[in-house]
């Protein structure tokens, strides 16, 4: 029977109540400790990109649930601090050997978090379980990635970063940030947003699909999604409510902006040119 086969069985008795905390066996578990070790090495993820679009592993998420909801709270140490939770901090004597460093004073891996070769975690940082961090990718000091996010090769997460989880429902796929993506300090991305491939996103940006991303390069509104290739940062634009009485001046409601990556940069660099000459 295969990993996948057993959690879905599993689920499905603790859906139906039949399977509890109290009831669960040391076989239940130790299939648990089977998956939270395939999620740290990559073998599953909790979102993989199919026909162009992200979709959620739904059996991953269903097992994050089961993680939670069969085991007992417990104290640990951390430090010279005792928490309490259902699982242990995700051990990290694998990173040397694949390239990759934490700083210390605070960063803090939670068990089932991947985290790929050459990375770089500053403190003080938190992954959560399911989280996905790529080859190459710089997780910097104040960011937050999510449960389940999923954060593409040589990403670039700015300091005080949030990345925002998707746990449930179990078929919505999490925020995913896609290769070669660069996010400036303070960005917010939440509720399954996608990042496309390198584009670089301004400081203190947020992006969620409630906000509109107006694309100047394809002359289209999207809602989201940020398309790969692009230079995007916030704007604000008009409210519907503009005409109210409470709004001397008129309202505005935040947007982001979208431009075509490389002319942006071309500009910048003409721009620095001139200067020096």
Known sequence: MSLESEIRGMWHRYDEGVLTAEDAEAGELSTLDAFLDALETGEVRAAEKRDGSWEANEWVKQAILLTFG??????????????????????????????????????????????????????????????????????????????????????????????????????????????????????????????????????????????PVYDLVEEEVLYGRLPPERRAFTRFVESSVGDHDLFDGGAYKPAVVAMDLEETTMAGVEREEALRE
Do not use: W
């Not at 999923?150 to 949030?162: M, W």
């Not at 925020?175 to 991305?189: H, N, Q």
């Open 70 to 211: 069969l085991r007992d709270i417990v104290g640990r140490e951390y430090g010279d601090v005792t928490y309490h939770d259902v699982l242990p901090l995700r051990e990290t004597a694998d990173l040397p050997g694949r390239g990759t460093r934490n700083t210390p004073d605070g960063t803090v891996l939670r068990r089932g978090a991947y985290v790929g070769a050459d990375a770089i975690l500053m403190s003080p940082s938190f992954v959560n379980i399911g989280a996905h961090v790529g080859d190459g990718a710089l997780v910097d000091s104040c960011d937050t990635v999510g449960s389940c996010a999923q954060i593409g090769a040589n990403v670039k997460l700015g300091a005080n970063t949030l990345i925002g989880g998707v746990l449930e429902p179990v078929e919505d796929a999490p925020v995913v940030v896609e290769d070669g993506a660069s996010l400036g300090a303070g960005c917010r991305v939440t509720s399954g947003f996608v990042v496309g491939e390198n584009s670089v996103v301004a400081e203190n940006t947020l992006l969620t699909p409630r906000i």
